[in-house]
């Protein structure tokens, strides 16, 4: 499991078209990452909510 981080290699689309592309350096743990499949889910910001789900994933 991957939690979200503010790392501005996660926005590198973003941060390509802001700052101009290769600017910012991918770490290679990042890197690796890419070509794997994604999955979002979508829950308030109950902390109560999170543990909740965080307990039915594990």
Excluded: C, N, Q, Y
């Excluded at 078209?17 to 910001?45: H, N, Y």
């Amino acid at each position: 499991m991957v939690l979200g981080t503010a790392h501005p290699a996660k926005f590198l689309d973003v941060m390509d078209e802001v700052l101009g592309g290769g600017v910012v350096e991918v770490p290679e743990r990042l890197g690796i990452l890419r070509d794997r499949e994604k999955a979002v889910v979508e829950m308030s910001t109950s902390e109560r909510e999170f543990h909740s789900w965080l307990r039915d994933f594990s």
